[in-house]
């Protein structure tokens, strides 16, 4: 079993940037394909990004392809959001996912509390 724990959220301008983290705990992080998704007010949760187990593989929503980067370190056993060019439209919670098994596009078995962005426009 994994915990995971978001940091990194608040308000920033359109056109800037954040750099979420994701801090797992647990055994065998790098056993885990990661994730990341979001909800916004009013909104379902959706699919952001995700990483598998090495950091080999990425996938990206349209929404945030060339604007986003995923990445992981298995030795901190932390993930990363980096998210630039930011959209009043990226307002969100964003939720850390991982799983052992499955799909990356889809949300795996184990969250995180989430973490807010707010982006101004």
């Known amino acids: 079993q994994v915990q995971l724990v978001e940091s990194g959220g608040g308000l920033v301008q359109a056109g800037g940037s954040l750099r979420l983290s994701c801090a797992a705990s647990?055994?065998?992080?790098?056993?885990?394909?990661m994730g990341w998704f979001r909800q916004a007010p009013g909104k379902e949760r959706e699919f952001v990004a995700a990483?598998?187990?090495?950091?080999?593989?990425?996938y990206y929503a349209d929404s945030v392809k060339g604007r986003f980067t995923i990445s992981r370190d298995n030795a901190k056993k932390t993930m990363y959001l980096q998210m630039n060019s930011l959209k009043p439209e990226d307002t969100a919670v964003y939720y850390c996912?991982?799983?052992?098994?499955?799909?990356?596009?889809?949300?795996?078995?184990?969250w995180g509390k989430g973490t807010l962005v707010t982006v101004s426009s």
């Open positions: 996912n991982a799983d052992l098994y499955g799909s990356p596009l889809v949300a795996g078995d184990y």
């Open positions: 647990g055994r065998s992080f790098s056993s885990y394909r």
């Open positions: 990483i598998g187990w090495s950091g080999g593989s990425t």
